[in-house]
């Protein structure tokens, strides 16, 4: 009897099946919120946004750019050999969206620094949370990311 066809069978079967097992639950560094009223000026908008942030624990940084809205670096969660930090970069979008961008980064021990190229849970429960509490206050609800609104519109 032979048994390479069924080996072939179990490496196209299983292993795809073992590997997505193990694979983390990505998520894009950025969440998006709107208003839940009507749309506003810039000034009310960057005003409620530096509220939200100082309300939720960061402390504001001088912005890369205009119109954004930057925090200084955070560290949230020690692992021994690294810490988690992150910064964030909030830009309104007209006077009714606004997208809240996530820069998560390894610092190890030996005084390096990596980028986490996703969000990953344990950074999603360290920050979310408190930022979406505090931006509710200002009136912004969040509305996930585009990811997670075509899954929802998808029905799954």
């Given amino acids: 009897m032979d048994v390479r066809p069924s080996i072939r069978l179990l490496a196209l079967v299983v292993i795809p099946a073992m590997l997505s097992a193990?694979?983390?639950?990505l998520s894009p560094l950025y969440r998006d919120y709107e208003f839940k009223d009507e749309a506003r000026t810039h000034e009310a908008v960057r005003a409620g946004i530096e509220t939200a942030l100082t309300e939720a624990?960061?402390?504001?940084?001088?912005?890369?750019?205009?119109n954004v809205v930057?925090?200084?670096?955070?560290?949230?969660?020690n692992w021994g050999l690294y810490k988690v930090e992150a910064r964030l970069e909030v830009v309104p979008i007209g006077g009714?969206?606004?997208r809240v961008f996530v820069h998560p980064y390894r610092k190890y021990i030996t005084g390096g620094r990596g980028k986490i190229p996703y969000m990953k849970g344990s950074i999603r429960r360290a920050i979310i949370p408190k930022l979406n509490r505090a931006l509710e206050t200002q009136g912004l609800v969040p509305i996930g990311s585009a990811r997670s609104r075509d899954k929802a519109s998808a029905g799954g």
């Fill in 96 to 98: 009714e969206y606004v």
């Fill in 57 to 66: 624990g960061w402390q504001l940084a001088s912005p890369s750019a205009p």
């Fill in 70 to 77: 930057t925090t200084e670096m955070r560290s949230f969660i």
């Fill in 22 to 25: 193990c694979a983390p639950s």
